[in-house]
């Protein structure tokens, strides 16, 4: 009832009944061409500058970036990093990635692979791209990588592969489209720094509902 | 909400003399536009990103139809429900029936203007449903039984001291004149009601028709819990929402943030696609869209139809000298500022909100901020007509503007008249060259001073220079 109603009344206004075959043909060919619009300059640079706008832009977001030069070295950084915030629980998601790892340097800090809980103090997750143009993260949920492990813990400890950075959104885009086809993934969360809220009194206050406190695992692959 | 518009007047007169509201609004006039001008500096493509926005959302507009049936065959496809509200009650009976059939005692809340137009909380609760908001603004509100007055950061209107009065009330803790403790005692009241939610309940910042997405742009977080944790998600947007492909959200994306905070980009932009996919071990089992359309698919083809390209950034209050005095709350209705004031006469009436588009010195600031160019002094003056030719003006202006057309219409002597009280007003003015108070506009000059004129009107000044006496 309603959704005649709406439509016929968007048809009446743009004075046409339903759209011509030749509009509707106009609209499908745009749809399917997912062509750019204007892509600033910033970000269009070689790859080795895009990974260092990526580090100085995610900075600037309150992003911390810990650089390593393989994942093997993964462990030892987390277990270093959560002994100084006395943390002694980390939840993980379930990737082959970080599963073949060897978390042997952990000693008394549970690895446990499961979704987030209320309580949780850190997770760690890997990520599908770094976006250089604003230091943002690309990660999308599927069944190794709850999504909470993104929202619920006080920290979030993310690998990033140096050879995942692109330049613009519009180049993540192309590779989740490269990935997945025509149907995304339930959830794609784009992530810049850590949550913050300035509702009380335009007072910029950090860790407001999500992680206080993000922490970039940079490989150097 | 209830509507205050008719009273803008007088609610203008009261928020003039709130001190801790102007003080509040001192900030807000230094904090926003400083930090958007910076953010526009650094991206020097910006204008030619507006250029852009304003283009694409007119195909969009033009196809709309065509957009909106795409949109919501990619949502059906991916498993979730699109459904259709003309009204503000079609869609709060629509989100009532989906809490009902899942049995829904509580629902969590992410920040949505669309909900505040068709007064969702006040119906949930009325049918026995409770929704808790989850933006740190919006819960404070809900706990004060307030109402947004700025459309990103609802809580403007309000001091550290009543944060910390209400959370005082609320929540049996010590008061705290900081913030960060106050945002921590937020954080762990909502952690656990995120969880208990029966369903979660967000708005949209885009459509995305190639694929069946939703967008939720948030600083907190909450909205990401909000639909993350509960078993249903529903999207309460509107119509004009939708955009073609990923791309081209992007480029709306790229203008929002730093149109509205300053930022480079906003910390969580979240893409959500139908359910969870079998193997998910979290995520909604059920999804769904709500497409509201309130007014706006008459807006289509009608003189406010520029006005469907907003994207609800708030620049155009955060420059606006009439929303930076008076504040968001003596708009009356959802939608404060230059943008309220074109949308509110259109979804509650102009005989109801005819003093808004009235509420503004015609200075151009908002124009010059919009992200994609909406001409918002014209819209104004176009429902100034409309009204005027409504006979809806009052009958101060009404008298004001047929004797005003009296004199114009003689040129002599509206000469005459200008020259003489051009005088008078100099005289009041002094050497200081500011007119503190003025016979019968102490509306005006209790608030402000008005500048004295020229020592010659126009037309002097304009035949002097023609006989090359400057
Ligand atoms: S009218 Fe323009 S400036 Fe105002 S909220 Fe809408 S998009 Fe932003």
């Not at chain 2, 200081?432 to 010659?456: E, I, Q, Y």
Request: charged share 25%.
């Amino acid at each position: 009832m309603s959704r005649a109603e709406i439509l016929s009344n968007i048809r009446r206004g743009l004075g046409r009944g339903e759209a011509s075959e030749a509009q509707r043909k106009a609209v499908f060919n745009r749809l399917n061409a997912k062509a750019n619009n204007l892509i600033p300059k910033r970000s269009q640079l070689p790859h080795a500058e895009q990974v260092e706008l990526f580090k100085s832009m995610a900075q600037e977001a309150s992003a911390e970036i810990i650089e390593l030069s393989s994942t093997a070295d993964v462990p030892k950084t987390v277990t270093d990093w959560l002994q100084n915030n006395g943390i002694k629980e980390l939840i993980s998601s379930s990737d082959a990635e970080l599963n073949e790892l060897d978390w042997s340097p952990l000693g008394d800090i549970q690895r446990t692979q499961r979704v987030a809980m209320v309580g949780d103090m850190a997770s760690i997750t890997t990520s599908f791209a770094g976006i250089a143009e604003t230091g943002t993260l690309m990660l999308h949920s599927r069944g190794e990588s709850p999504t909470t492990l993104n929202f619920l813990p006080d920290v979030h400890l993310v690998v990033l592969k140096r050879s995942t950075i692109v330049g613009p959104y519009e180049d993540a885009w192309k590779k989740i489209r490269g990935t997945f086809g025509k149907s995304m993934p339930r959830t794609v969360n784009m992530i810049t720094g850590p949550s913050r809220s300035a509702d009380i009194e335009q007072t910029l206050q950090m860790g407001a509902h999500g992680p206080r406190t993000l922490v970039i695992l940079l490989i150097n692959d | 909400m209830q509507i205050r518009s008719p009273e803008f007047k007088e609610n203008a007169r009261t928020a003039l003399k709130e001190e801790g509201l102007q003080r509040a609004l001192g900030k807000l006039r230094a904090g926003f536009p400083e930090k958007r001008a910076i953010a526009v500096e650094r991206m020097p493509e910006f204008h030619d990103l507006r250029d852009e926005a304003r283009d694409l959302k007119n195909h969009i507009l033009e196809n709309l139809d065509i957009y909106l049936e795409q949109f919501e065959s990619k949502v059906q496809e991916s498993g979730g429900h699109v459904h259709w509200a003309r009204t503000g009650d079609d869609a709060n009976k629509i989100i009532l029936d989906i809490c009902k059939q899942v049995n829904a005692k509580t629902v969590t809340k992410g920040k949505s203007m669309v909900s505040e137009e068709t007064n969702l909380n006040e119906y949930l609760e009325a049918n026995g449903i409770q929704p808790v908001e989850t933006d740190l603004g919006e819960y404070i509100l809900q706990l004060r039984e307030d109402h947004p007055s700025h459309i990103i950061a609802p809580a403007i209107h309000l001091n550290l001291s009543d944060v910390s009065e209400i959370f005082h009330e609320k929540h049996g803790k010590p008061k705290s004149d900081d913030p960060a403790v106050l945002m921590q005692e937020a954080r762990e009241e909502l952690r656990n009601k995120f969880v208990a939610a029966d369903v979660g309940i967000t708005g949209a910042n885009f459509l995305v028709a190639e694929t069946g997405s939703t967008i939720i742009v948030t600083n907190e977080g909450n909205g990401d819990l909000t639909q993350t944790l509960p078993k249903t998600h529903i999207v309460i947007t509107s119509i004009e929402k939708v955009v073609p492909t990923l791309e081209d959200m992007t480029l709306f994306l790229r203008l929002l943030a730093r149109s509205a905070t300053g930022q480079e980009f906003t910390v969580y932009n979240t893409l959500s696609t139908g359910p969870r996919r079998e193997g998910d071990a979290d995520g909604p089992e059920n999804f769904h869209v709500v497409l509201v359309d309130n007014g706006r698919s008459e807006m289509v083809g009608s003189e406010f139809h520029e006005m469907l390209r907003c994207i609800r950034c708030s620049a155009c209050m955060n420059h606006c000298p009439v929303y930076g005095s008076v504040g968001g709350h003596a708009y009356g209705w959802v939608y404060p500022g230059p943008m309220g004031s074109v949308l509110t006469p259109k979804m509650i009436g102009i005989e109801k909100a005819g003093n808004l588009p009235n509420a503004s010195t015609f200075c151009g600031k908002c124009e010059e901020v919009c992200p994609v160019r909406i001409p918002l002094p014209k819209l104004m003056r176009h429902w100034r007509n409309n009204e005027f030719e409504k006979h809806l003006s009052p009958k101060a202006v009404r008298w004001g503007l047929a004797g005003w057309g009296f004199f114009a219409k003689r040129p002599t002597l509206y000469r005459q008249l200008s020259t003489a009280s051009n005088w008078f007003m100099r005289t009041l003015g002094g050497k200081k060259g500011r007119v503190k108070s003025l016979p019968m506009a102490s509306g005006w000059t209790d608030f402000r001073d008005l500048p004295t004129p020229t020592d010659k009107t126009f037309m002097q000044q304009w035949n002097d220079k023609k006989e090359g006496k400057q």
